[in-house]
């Protein structure tokens, strides 16, 4: 999991401010998840993406929520005009392709929403 | 719905003890079971991982036993070590689909 690099790894933000959230998967993974973890929780998925395609986001909440995966850069997941609610740990896993069953895990971003 | 049920929440086991983890799930579609380990402000890290066509499967101290009838699997840690104290997920997927995650198992081992 060494090399899925999330930043930032700490984010504190004012109730109503944006949080953009990025991932650079490993090196040649073209597959991306993002998953969300709450204290004492288990991690819930939020959104399947593929470079310039999202494949799944039946998890990601129906506003405010947007993710991306450019065909250059990293992956952004963007939440607009945060709430308490939203504070949480941010994982994102990357995979090679799609069907491949290991997925390796970032080390997160902490976002606190003050 | 919780697609992937864990137990127990918490777990104190003696240094070289044998702690065990048990999950269960729903979806017989599920192909591929995960136990994932993670530290204290770390990303999960895949442990060792199981499908449905093996029984068991063992990797130096942890051993994935899996009863797909009763579509249960379990995590034995052999000689459990203070090392080991992390919290530890059991997932499930399908097809190399999303993760479903139970959730979680904070594992303490005490000297």
């Known amino acids: 999991n060494a090399g899925v690099m999330q930043n930032p790894r700490h984010l504190v933000r004012r109730r109503g401010q944006e949080a953009r959230l990025r991932c650079s998967p490993v090196k040649g993974h073209s597959h991306v998840y993002w998953y969300r973890q709450l204290p004492e929780e288990g991690l819930k998925f939020m959104v399947y993406?593929?470079?310039?395609?999202?494949?799944?986001e039946s998890g990601m909440p129906k506003e405010r929520f947007s993710a991306e995966f450019p065909k250059e850069g990293p992956s952004i997941l963007r939440i607009q005009q945060v709430v308490r609610g939203d504070s949480a740990a941010y994982f994102c896993?990357?995979?090679?392709?799609?069907?491949?069953?290991?997925?390796?895990f970032g080390q997160g971003t902490r976002l606190t929403v003050v | 719905q919780q697609q992937v049920k864990q137990s127990p929440q918490s777990l104190i086991v003696q240094k070289g003890g044998i702690s065990i983890i048990n999950c269960a799930y729903e979806n017989t579609a599920f192909d591929y079971f995960p136990w994932y380990q993670q530290f204290p402000g770390k990303g999960p890290a895949l442990l060792i991982a199981?499908?449905?066509?093996?029984s068991e499967k063992k990797e130096g101290r942890f051993t994935i036993s899996f009863n797909k009838s009763a579509k249960q699997f379990s995590l034995h840690i052999m000689d459990s070590q203070p090392g080991d104290s992390a919290t530890y997920f059991c997932?499930?997927?399908?097809?190399?689909?999303?993760?479903?995650f139970g959730t979680g198992t904070s594992l303490t081992v005490i000297p």
């Open positions: 896993a990357s995979s090679p392709h799609h069907g491949a069953t290991e997925a390796f």
């Open positions: 997932a499930a997927s399908r097809a190399g689909n999303q993760f479903y």
């Open positions: 993406l593929q470079k310039e395609n999202i494949i799944d």
């Open positions: 199981i499908r449905p066509d093996v």
